[in-house]
Protein backbone atom coordinates (compact mmCIF):
# COMPACT_ATOMS: atom_id res chain seq x y z
CA UNK A 1 0.00 0.00 0.00
CA UNK A 2 1.19 3.24 -1.02
CA UNK A 3 -0.63 6.21 0.65
CA UNK A 4 -0.19 9.94 1.48
CA UNK A 5 -2.02 11.73 3.80
CA UNK A 6 -2.17 15.60 4.62
CA UNK A 7 -3.90 17.53 7.53
CA UNK A 8 -5.33 20.85 6.74
CA UNK A 9 -7.21 23.61 8.35
CA UNK A 10 -9.77 24.16 6.30
CA UNK A 11 -12.18 27.31 7.93
CA UNK A 12 -10.77 26.68 11.36
CA UNK A 13 -11.36 22.98 11.05
CA UNK A 14 -9.52 20.28 11.33
CA UNK A 15 -9.44 18.33 7.72
CA UNK A 16 -7.79 15.31 6.26
CA UNK A 17 -7.22 14.81 2.57
CA UNK A 18 -5.63 10.88 2.06
CA UNK A 19 -4.86 9.19 -1.33
CA UNK A 20 -4.04 5.41 -1.28
CA UNK A 21 -3.22 2.64 -3.88
CA UNK A 22 -2.36 -0.68 -2.83
CA UNK A 23 -0.04 -3.20 -4.29
CA UNK A 24 -1.13 -6.92 -4.07
CA UNK A 25 0.71 -10.02 -3.90
CA UNK A 26 -0.58 -13.66 -3.54
CA UNK A 27 -2.14 -17.06 -4.19
CA UNK A 28 -5.88 -17.88 -4.07
CA UNK A 29 -7.11 -21.85 -4.05
CA UNK A 30 -10.12 -23.35 -3.88
CA UNK A 31 -13.06 -25.27 -5.33
CA UNK A 32 -14.94 -23.66 -8.61
CA UNK A 33 -18.05 -25.33 -9.85
CA UNK A 34 -16.84 -28.66 -7.90
CA UNK A 35 -13.30 -28.38 -9.49
CA UNK A 36 -9.88 -27.25 -7.49
CA UNK A 37 -8.62 -23.86 -8.20
CA UNK A 38 -5.87 -21.99 -8.11
CA UNK A 39 -4.89 -18.15 -9.00
CA UNK A 40 -1.51 -16.13 -8.51
CA UNK A 41 -2.46 -12.51 -8.40
CA UNK A 42 0.25 -9.86 -8.62
CA UNK A 43 -0.41 -5.96 -9.18
CA UNK A 44 -2.28 -2.87 -8.38
CA UNK A 45 -5.53 -2.49 -6.76
CA UNK A 46 -8.47 0.32 -6.51
CA UNK A 47 -7.34 3.91 -5.98
CA UNK A 48 -8.93 5.63 -3.28
CA UNK A 49 -9.38 9.11 -1.58
CA UNK A 50 -10.64 9.77 1.45
CA UNK A 51 -11.89 13.82 2.86
CA UNK A 52 -12.44 14.08 6.50
CA UNK A 53 -13.37 17.11 8.48
CA UNK A 54 -14.37 17.67 12.53
CA UNK A 55 -17.65 19.19 12.35
CA UNK A 56 -17.62 20.09 15.88
CA UNK A 57 -14.78 20.08 18.31
CA UNK A 58 -11.45 19.53 18.16
CA UNK A 59 -10.88 23.04 15.58
CA UNK A 60 -7.52 23.39 13.50
CA UNK A 61 -4.99 23.96 16.38
CA UNK A 62 -1.19 24.35 17.49
CA UNK A 63 0.51 21.90 19.82
CA UNK A 64 -0.15 24.05 23.16
CA UNK A 65 -3.69 24.31 22.03
CA UNK A 66 -3.91 20.40 21.21
CA UNK A 67 -2.51 19.61 25.27
CA UNK A 68 -5.02 21.97 26.33
CA UNK A 69 -7.90 20.30 24.35
CA UNK A 70 -6.73 16.67 25.74
CA UNK A 71 -6.97 17.79 29.55
CA UNK A 72 -10.66 18.87 28.96
CA UNK A 73 -12.32 17.48 26.36
CA UNK A 74 -15.24 18.20 24.80
CA UNK A 75 -17.37 16.22 22.58
CA UNK A 76 -16.21 15.86 18.34
CA UNK A 77 -18.45 14.95 15.63
CA UNK A 78 -16.87 14.36 12.43
CA UNK A 79 -17.19 13.21 8.73
CA UNK A 80 -16.15 11.82 6.07
CA UNK A 81 -16.27 10.61 2.29
CA UNK A 82 -14.34 8.16 0.99
CA UNK A 83 -14.41 7.46 -2.70
CA UNK A 84 -12.70 4.34 -4.42
CA UNK A 85 -12.29 4.25 -8.16
CA UNK A 86 -11.95 1.10 -10.43
CA UNK A 87 -8.43 1.25 -11.39
CA UNK A 88 -7.17 -2.15 -10.02
CA UNK A 89 -6.57 -4.67 -12.34
CA UNK A 90 -10.07 -6.84 -13.41
CA UNK A 91 -10.64 -9.64 -15.75
CA UNK A 92 -14.42 -10.87 -16.57
CA UNK A 93 -13.43 -14.18 -17.27
CA UNK A 94 -11.67 -14.75 -13.33
CA UNK A 95 -13.78 -15.42 -10.08
CA UNK A 96 -10.77 -13.74 -8.02
CA UNK A 97 -9.72 -10.09 -9.06
CA UNK A 98 -7.31 -7.31 -7.79
CA UNK A 99 -10.04 -4.25 -8.69
CA UNK A 100 -13.73 -4.16 -8.14
CA UNK A 101 -14.35 -2.93 -11.35
CA UNK A 102 -17.04 -0.73 -9.65
CA UNK A 103 -17.04 2.78 -8.48
CA UNK A 104 -17.92 3.06 -5.06
CA UNK A 105 -18.61 5.81 -1.90
CA UNK A 106 -18.81 5.87 1.77
CA UNK A 107 -20.42 8.83 3.58
CA UNK A 108 -19.36 8.02 7.30
CA UNK A 109 -19.66 10.16 10.72
CA UNK A 110 -18.29 9.92 13.99
CA UNK A 111 -19.02 11.21 17.57
CA UNK A 112 -16.82 11.14 20.36
CA UNK A 113 -18.55 11.72 23.91
CA UNK A 114 -15.48 12.04 26.39
CA UNK A 115 -16.32 11.11 30.32
CA UNK A 116 -13.53 11.73 32.72
CA UNK A 117 -11.12 8.40 31.58
CA UNK A 118 -12.98 7.04 28.72
CA UNK A 119 -14.72 8.08 25.70
CA UNK A 120 -18.16 7.12 23.90
CA UNK A 121 -17.86 6.60 20.77
CA UNK A 122 -20.08 6.21 17.71
CA UNK A 123 -19.73 5.80 14.04
CA UNK A 124 -22.46 5.54 11.16
CA UNK A 125 -21.80 4.79 7.47
CA UNK A 126 -23.61 4.67 5.15
CA UNK A 127 -22.92 4.23 1.59
CA UNK A 128 -23.72 2.93 -2.10
CA UNK A 129 -21.61 1.07 -4.89
CA UNK A 130 -22.60 1.91 -8.59
CA UNK A 131 -22.00 -1.07 -10.39
CA UNK A 132 -20.48 0.28 -14.20
CA UNK A 133 -18.81 -0.61 -16.81
CA UNK A 134 -15.28 0.16 -17.01
CA UNK A 135 -13.72 0.48 -20.16
CA UNK A 136 -10.28 2.23 -20.66
CA UNK A 137 -10.39 1.52 -24.46
Known amino acids: MVGYQ ?7 RTTNA ?24 N ?7 TFSINLLG ?4 DREAFVAMLRD ?6 ASLRIVAPTGE ?4 RFINIGTNRWS ?20 APGC ?3 TTTSWE
Open 6 to 12: QTLDLLG
Open 18 to 41: RIELPYVVGTTKGTAFGQPAQREV
Open 43 to 49: GIGDLAL
Open 58 to 61: APAM
Open 73 to 78: PSPILG
Open 90 to 93: YDNE
Open 105 to 124: TRLQFGYIHPRQRWAWNSRR
Open 129 to 131: TAR
